[in-house]
């Protein structure tokens, strides 16, 4: 089945009467993967609907579903696709474990014996995404990256990152669904030593992408309403910046973006050759977030005598919590600092 088919039948699919079951499109949201993942488990290991309505539409009842929920939870921990099929299946019918995804080997199918005989316990997908990332009260979408990420799937991750930034808008993902879920990868390689790093240099760099694909093309200059982005020295952290600089360019605000741990000199030079309405300096640590670095840049001015200018300087990240510097704007979030450099560039 092509793929034009196949989008052909969700969209048929939605219009079935109600209650008849779910369509792939709804149950790829309820569990917070992409339609395609739902579609390869069907096609590659015969978790599919039990049967069909309609003639070729895909209804999915509650227990088809309760067969992928379990499917994304063995998943999520690490084991491969075809092996946590074959315990799904032998965990209904262990006469069907042999049936799912290719012939498996002496080895394997003695695993998938001993998995149906004693199955893992089921994992609790509400609170952790069948990770064992504590969520908490967060979005579905959050769970649903979060199981995509730990799985190390670059194309789930790539669709859902991008349907979220499509739906709510990049504040909002960012917002709601993005950090929420860096955050959890976070704490849980705090908490685990090193076990989970890849995880977290996986998913920013997915999110990095999905920020610059899902942002429009570079605004084209206009006449004092040039903003700078720059990570003060010694800062790398530069995933914030990216999204500030995705979401003003969404609102047409031209900006220059200099990534991070950008040098003094650097950093001085910049703001001198592009005259900026406003520089928004990022720091992530205390230890980087410099005071007398943010008023110096303040302090800058340029034009004709008569006509001076001077840069709005705004100080965004953590490490400037309790390091205010008197007279500059500290906004606490993206909303506020998107809302902030609008307000500066529209003077």
Known sequence: ????????????????????????????????VAPTTVRTWDRRYGLGPDAHTGGRHRRWTAADVARLERMCALTATGI??????????????????????????????????AAAVSPRPPVRARSRAGSGLRMGDV?????????????????????LLAATIDEHGLVTAWTEVIMPTLQAVGRKWE??????????????????????????????????????????PGENHTLPLEVLAAALAERGVPVRMFGGALPVESLVTAVRRTGPAAVALWAQSRTTASRPLAQHVAAMEWGVRGARRRPVVLTVGPGWAGRAVAGLPRPTGLAEAVALLESVVSR
């Not at 088919?5 to 149950?27: H, Y």
């Not at 995509?148 to 799937?153: E, F, P």
């Open 1 to 32: 089945m092509g793929a034009h088919e196949r989008d052909g039948d969700d969209r048929a699919g939605d219009q079935a009467p109600q209650g008849s079951g779910l369509t792939t499109g709804e149950v790829a949201r309820r569990l917070g």
């Open 80 to 113: 491969p696709p075809a092996e946590a099929a074959r315990t799904v299946l032998g965990e209904a019918d262990p006469e069907a474990a042999t049936e799912a995804g290719p012939e498996p080997g002496p080895e394997a199918a003695t695993k998938g014996r």
């Open 139 to 159: 979005r579905q979408e959050c769970k649903g990256i979060a199981r995509a990420a730990l799985r190390l799937d670059a194309a789930a991750l790539d669709e």
């Open 191 to 232: 908490s685990s030593g090193e076990k989970y790093v890849e995880v977290e240099h996986f998913l920013s760099w997915h999110v990095s992408g999905a920020l610059r694909r899902g942002a429009p093309t570079a605004v084209g200059d206009r006449t004092g309403a040039l903003t700078v982005l720059a990570c003060v």
